[in-house]
T-cell receptor
């Protein structure tokens, strides 16, 4: 059973560009979570989704950030007009229910 | 939301030593997990342990839910144990969002 997959693993964007991060949950998992780890800091919750629904987005910045988990395909975290402060590691996790969360390898975003 | 406090923040050991890492929660949690972030940045699930005791090889964990703390034991440490250890939890009323502690940076020297 493959683990949580994230791509790309590394992403470099210039200020003002858009970043799209993809997450494929483990097989049989319908709950997806996104977390962000800023340099030298712990992980912070961003958003919790189930298929076609955003359940909790209390950790998402109000502007430029959006997330979706469509009926088909991976979950997408989208950051518009990136700024240097968006440079971080973005982790996706999945779970079969509200239980143990399994984390992907992360996407390291660098904004130049 | 809940507050998660980990101790110690840093720990340096010689290979073969044992250690105990602690995690305190400001409120009761219904999901508690321990993770190891290796030097390559990957988060490895160690334990899902809302209560009780579990063991996996040289690692074991104990959660005392009524007193809102959890302990991670590492025995006979190896250099590959180096990295950051995080605990994280969530409350029933907080949905499923995990709140992480600041981590314990462990360095095991040969």
């Amino acid at each position: 059973n493959a683990g949580v997959m994230q791509n790309p693993r590394h992403l470099v964007r210039r200020r003002g560009q858009e970043a799209r991060l993809r997450c494929s949950p483990m097989k049989g998992h319908s709950h997806v979570y996104w977390y962000r780890q800023l340099p030298e800091e712990g992980l912070k919750f961003m958003v919790y989704l189930q298929k076609e629904n955003i359940i909790d987005e209390s950790g998402m910045p109000k502007e430029r950030f959006s997330a979706e988990f469509p009926k088909e395909g991976p979950s997408i975290l989208r950051i518009q007009q990136v700024v240097r402060g968006d440079s971080a590691a973005y982790f996706c996790a999945s779970s079969p229910a509200r239980s143990e969360q399994y984390f992907g390898p992360g996407t390291r975003l660098t904004v130049t | 939301g809940i507050q998660v406090e980990q101790s110690p923040p840093d720990l340096i050991l010689q290979e073969g030593a044992n250690s105990t890492l602690r995690c305190n929660f400001s409120d009761s949690v219904n999901n508690l997990q321990w993770f190891h972030q290796n030097p390559w940045g990957q988060l490895i699930n160690l334990f899902y342990i809302p209560s009780g005791t579990k063991q996996n090889g040289r690692l074991s964990a104990t959660t005392v839910a009524t007193e809102r703390y959890s302990l991670l034991y590492i025995s006979s440490s190896q250099t590959t144990d180096s990295g950051v250890y995080f605990c994280a939890g969530c409350r029933e009323t907080s949905g499923s969002r995990l709140t992480f502690g600041e981590g314990t940076q462990l360095t095991v020297n040969p």
